[in-house]
C-alpha cells in the first residue's frame, strides 16, 4: 500500500506538477499560519508563544491528514491509499522547482529582456532581492535554490513518509504532513523572526531538516556521479547560517565545481568560478536524477514493508 501511495504522488507530481493554487493544502496552511501569527506577534512571552503555535498548527495538521486517512480506511483500503498518494503529492515538490529554475538559468544568458524575466522569475525559487544579481549571481541562486529546494520540498517530507510508513499507512500521511508544516511555518515565520516569536518555527524546521539535508546531498553526490562530493562539501557546509541548508549546496558546488554565493552572506567553494548555464543545466539532470532515485527508494521500502 505504502509503494502504491509513492507510486500515485509520483505520477501525479509528473503530470499534473501542483494541485491547484486556489485549493493547494500548503497555500490553506499558509493562510491559517498568517491568520494566526498576524503582521507580528506583539503580545507578552513572544518565544513562547511561537513555541505554542510551531508545535501545535504542525502537530494539528498532521493530525488532521491522519485523521483523513485512518477514517477512509475504514472504508476501503484503495480509498486510504488513494488519499496517502495525494496526500504526499500535496505536500512534495520537483517538477515546479525543476521548471522555475530551468526558466532562470536558461534567460539568464540572454539579453536585458531575457535577464528582466530571470529576476522576475527567481522570487519564487529564493528570497532574496533580484533587481542588482548579475547573470552569475542568477545562475548561482538557482543552483542554490536547486539544492536547498530539494531537501526541503521533496526529501524531507519523503524521509518523513517511510518513516511513518513503518508504523502504518495513516501515520505515514500525517509525517509527511508535519515535515511539510514545519517547513512551512520556518518560511514564514523562522526565516524572517528568528529570536522571537519565528525563534520556534526555526529551531523545529532545523531539527527536523538535519538527516534530510544531509540525505540530499548524498543523493545529489551519486546523481552527478561524484559520490565524494558530500565529503568535499564538508569544508564549506558550515558557512551558511542555516545548519542544513550548506550540505545539498555545497554538495552541487563540490560536483559541479562551481562557486555558489549569496552575496553578503556566504560563498560556497570560493576557489571555483560562478556557474555557466551549462552548469546550471548539470543541476537540473542531477537533480532529477536526485529526486526520482528519493520517489524509488521510498516506494522500495514501501514493497519491502509489504512483503
Known amino acids: ?43 507578552p512571552a513572544p518565544k513562547l508563544a511561537g513555541v505554542v503555535v510551531a508545535v ?44 522555475v529554475a530551468a526558466e532562470v538559468i536558461e534567460a539568464s544568458d540572454g539579453g ?9 522569475a527567481l522570487p519564487a525559487l529564493v528570497g532574496r532581492p533580484p533587481e542588482d544579481l ?43 504532513a508535519f515535515v511539510k508544516a514545519v517547513n512551512t511555518m520556518d518560511s514564514m515565520l523562522g526565516y524572517h523572526d528568528v529570536g522571537d516569536f519565528g525563534w520556534a518555527s526555526a529551531r523545529l524546521d532545523d531539527l527536523v531538516m538535519w538527516l534530510p539535508a544531509r540525505v540530499t546531498a548524498a543523493l545529489l553526490g551519486l546523481a552527478a556521479g561524484d559520490p565524494d562530493a558530500p565529503m568535499r562539501a564538508r569544508r564549506y557546509a558550515h558557512v551558511p547560517p542555516s545548519p542544513n541548508a550548506g550540505w545539498p549546496m555545497g554538495a552541487l558546488a563540490a560536483a559541479l565545481n562551481v562557486r555558489l554565493e549569496k552575496p553578503g552572506v556566504y560563498v560556497l567553494n570560493e576557489i571555483a568560478e560562478y556557474p555557466t548555464v551549462a552548469d546550471g543545466r548539470e543541476a537540473i539532470v542531477a537533480v532529477r536524477r536526485a529526486g526520482l532515485a528519493a520517489y524509488g527508494g521510498v516506494a522500495g521500502v514501501g514493497v519491502v514493508l509489504w512483503l
Open 1 to 43: 500500500m505504502i509503494a502504491i501511495a509513492v507510486v500515485l504522488a509520483l505520477a501525479l507530481e509528473l503530470t499534473l506538477r501542483e494541485p491547484p493554487a486556489r485549493f493547494h493544502p500548503v497555500a490553506l496552511f499558509g493562510r491559517v499560519v498568517e491568520s494566526v501569527s498576524g503582521a507580528g506577534y506583539g503580545g
Open 56 to 99: 501545535g498548527l504542525s502537530l494539528g495538521l498532521a493530525l488532521v491528514v491522519y485523521a483523513a486517512v485512518w477514517l477512509t480506511a475504514g472504508i476501503h483500503w484503495a480509498a486510504a491509499v488513494v488519499l496517502a498518494g495525494l496526500a504526499l503529492w500535496s505536500v512534495t515538490s520537483l517538477q515546479m522547482l525543476l521548471d
Open 112 to 120: 536585458p529582456d531575457d535577464l528582466a524575466a530571470a529576476r522576475e
Open 134 to 176: 548579475s547573470p552569475e549571481l542568477l545562475r548561482s541562486a538557482a543552483v542554490e535554490s536547486l539544492g536547498e529546494n530539494l531537501s526541503d520540498g521533496l526529501v524531507g517530507p519523503l524521509l518523513a513518509f517511510v518513516v511513518g510508513a513503518v508504523v502504518s499507512l495513516p501515520a505515514a500521511a500525517a509525517a509527511a
